[in-house]
């Protein structure tokens, strides 16, 4: 900001222009049995009905977004190849912030995927695939259907850690 700008704040937002952001409220929770079975729940609250951008106020609402996963790894330290493989599932509901005709813009998808194994130690090759939906038919909006196919790579080495030998 140059010097003697005016800060004061106006209808949400300072005279620059700079806009009024939501607030954000997240819990996350997981569980896991040993290194067999993993669950984790994520769930995250946007209140956007506060936003504001240049004076301007949008139609937004809350925005609430659930994911739930599980991961299951048949034997974590197998000496096959087959038992460290690891089978990870999810589904995931998102209530949107922007409002349409008085609709809001809901999604929902539902993922499957699996871990390779590099090597021994815990590196993996990560693939999954995503089906989703997000719209509506009603008051003759969009319903769009998406897929997604993701390749990842976890590198989980000891690289910068000092070898002592006795």
Sequence with gaps: MQPGADTQKQEGQDKAGRPTLPAEWALGVGYTDGRRYTVGLDLRYEDWSAFRYFAQVASYGGRLRAN????????????????????????????????????????????????????????????????????????????????????GLNFNELWFVKRRYD
């Design 68 to 151: 739930l996963g599980v991961e299951w790894v048949p034997a974590y330290n197998g000496k096959s190849w087959f038992q460290r493989l690891s089978y990870r599932g999810g589904v995931r509901y998102e209530q949107g912030q922007l409002r349409v005709r008085g609709r809001s813009i809901d999604g929902f998808s539902g993922t499957l995927g699996m871990g390779i194994p590099i090597n021994r130690n815990l590196s993996f090759i990560n693939l999954a695939m995503t089906y989703g939906r997000r719209g509506t038919l009603d008051e003759g909006l969009l319903r769009e259907h998406y897929y997604q196919f993701v390749i």
